[in-house]
C-alpha cells in the first residue's frame, strides 16, 4: 500500500504542477484572452498565492483529524478551480478559479511530502522526495508543449477542462490509501509558539526568499522573450529547457541525496541557481540556454529537498511546520505578485532579474543558520 500510495501521489503532484507551470508561458495569452495588460498577468495570480496563507490551518486540523482527509479535502478544491476556469469567460472569473485550485494547491503541496515523511523512513526520503522531483520537472517540461498544444487546436477552458477530468480521476484513485493522524496534537498555543521560535522564523524568511524567483522570473520570462522578438513556440521551449534542468535535478536527487547529504545538496543547489540568475541579464540565445539549464538544476535541487528536510527538523506538529512555511511560500507569492509587475514596468526583466539574485542571496543565508542547529540529523 506504501507504494501504491507514493504512485498515486506522484501522479497528483504532476497533474497539479502542469496548472501550476502552465501559467508561466501562457501568461501573455491569458491576459489577451482575458484583455489585461501582459506586464499586469501577475496580478490575475494574486488570488492563487494568496490562498497559500491558509495552509497552517488546514495543517493543524491534518494533524489533529488526519492526512489523507486533508489531501482528498486539498483535491477536491482543486477540481472545483479547474472546472470553474473551464467555463469562466471573464478575469474576475478566472481570477476566482484559480483563487480557489490555489488553495487546493498550496494544501496537496504541504501535505504529500508530510504524507510520505510518516510512511517511508528519513534514510530513503530523498528517494521519494527524488520521484517526486521527477514528476514535478516533467509537469514542468510537459506543461509547455501542453499549453501550446491546447492554444493551438482548443483554447485554455478545454485544457482547464481536461485537468479538471485528470484531478477527478486521481480523486478516486486516493480513497484506498492509508489514513494517518499526527503523532502528537498540538494546541493553537503551540502553534502560536513555534512561530515565535528563532529557527523557524528563519526557516519561513528561507521560504519566502526562494519563492520570489518563481514570480519574478518565472512569470515574466516569456513575456521578456516574446519582448525581445522570441515566437510563443520558441519562448515556451525556453520553459522546456530549464525543464530539462529540472529532470536532471530529479536524477541528482534520486541517486546521491541520500549519500552525499540533502540538507548539504540543498545549499549546493541554492549556489547554482543564485549564480545561474545572472545569465538571464544577457540577450545571447547561448548563454539564457546555459543558464535556463543550470537555473533548473539548482532551483529544483532546492525545492526538492526544501521540504523533506525540513520536515525531519522537528518531532512534534510536524504537519503545522510545514504548513507554516508554505503559508511563507503563500505570503511571497502574494507580495512578489503585487510587486513584480510595477518591477517590470520600471526596470524591465534586469530588474526582476536582479531581485530574484538578491533574493536567492538571503536564501542560502537564512537557509543556513535556520537549519544549523539540526546540520547531524539532515544529512
Given at each position: ?256 541525496s541520500d549519500k552525499v547529504g540533502k540538507l548539504r545538496m540543498a545549499k ?55 504548513a507554516v512555511l508554505s503559508m511563507s511560500m503563500a505570503a511571497a507569492g ?31 543565508i537564512t537557509f543556513y543558520y535556520g537549519t544549523i542547529k539540526f546540520k547531524?540529523?539532515?544529512?
Amino acid at each position: 500500500m506504501k507504494k501504491y500510495a507514493i504512485v498515486i501521489l506522484t501522479l497528483l503532484t504532476f497533474v497539479t504542477v502542469v496548472e501550476f507551470s502552465i501559467v508561466m508561458p501562457l501568461g501573455p495569452q491569458i491576459a489577451d484572452k482575458y484583455s489585461i495588460s501582459r506586464n499586469h498577468i501577475s496580478w490575475l495570480f494574486v488570488g492563487y498565492t494568496f490562498m497559500g496563507v491558509f495552509t497552517p490551518i488546514i495543517g493543524y486540523l491534518a494533524d489533529k483529524y488526519g492526512l489523507k482527509r486533508f489531501i482528498i479535502s486539498s483535491v477536491v478544491f482543486f477540481i472545483i478551480g479547474a472546472f470553474m476556469n473551464s467555463v469562466v469567460t471573464s478575469a474576475v472569473g478566472y481570477f476566482i478559479g484559480r483563487s480557489i485550485i490555489g488553495l487546493g494547491y498550496y494544501a496537496i503541496t504541504t501535505l504529500v511530502i508530510v504524507y510520505s515523511s510518516k510512511i517511508i523512513s528519513y534514510n530513503h526520503l530523498g528517494i521519494v522526495s527524488g520521484i517526486y522531483k521527477f514528476a514535478f520537472a516533467g509537469a514542468m517540461f510537459a506543461a509547455p508543449i501542453i499549453g501550446t498544444f491546447y492554444v493551438q487546436y482548443f483554447d485554455i477552458s478545454a485544457l482547464y477542462l481536461s485537468l479538471a477530468i485528470a484531478t477527478f480521476i486521481l480523486l478516486l484513485l486516493l480513497i484506498p490509501i492509508k489514513e494517518i493522524k499526527g503523532e502528537n496534537d498540538i494546541s493553537l498555543g503551540d502553534l502560536k509558539n513555534m512561530m515565535k521560535d528563532r529557527n523557524v522564523i528563519l526557516m519561513m524568511t528561507a521560504t519566502f526568499m526562494l519563492s520570489v524567483p518563481s514570480v519574478f522570473f518565472f512569470n515574466y520570462l516569456s513575456t521578456h522573450l516574446q519582448d525581445i522578438g522570441y515566437s510563443v513556440e520558441r519562448a515556451s521551449m525556453m520553459f522546456t529547457i530549464v525543464a530539462s534542468g529540472s529532470i536532471f535535478a530529479a536524477i541528482l536527487i534520486l541517486l546521491i541525496s541520500d549519500k552525499v547529504g540533502k540538507l548539504r545538496m540543498a545549499k549546493v543547489g541554492i549556489v547554482i541557481a543564485t549564480f545561474a540568475m545572472l545569465g538571464f541579464l544577457f540577450n545571447i540565445d547561448i548563454v539564457i540556454i546555459i543558464a535556463g539549464i543550470l537555473f533548473g538544476i539548482g532551483y529544483d535541487i532546492i525545492w526538492g529537498l526544501f521540504f523533506p528536510v525540513s520536515s525531519k527538523m522537528y518531532d512534534v506538529g510536524v504537519n503545522s511546520y510545514i504548513a507554516v512555511l508554505s503559508m511563507s511560500m503563500a505570503a511571497a507569492g502574494v507580495f512578489t505578485n503585487l510587486v513584480a509587475p510595477i518591477v517590470m514596468e520600471k526596470w524591465n526583466f534586469s530588474g526582476n532579474v536582479v531581485i530574484s539574485f538578491v533574493a536567492l542571496i538571503l536564501t542560502f543565508i537564512t537557509f543556513y543558520y535556520g537549519t544549523i542547529k539540526f546540520k547531524s540529523r539532515l544529512n
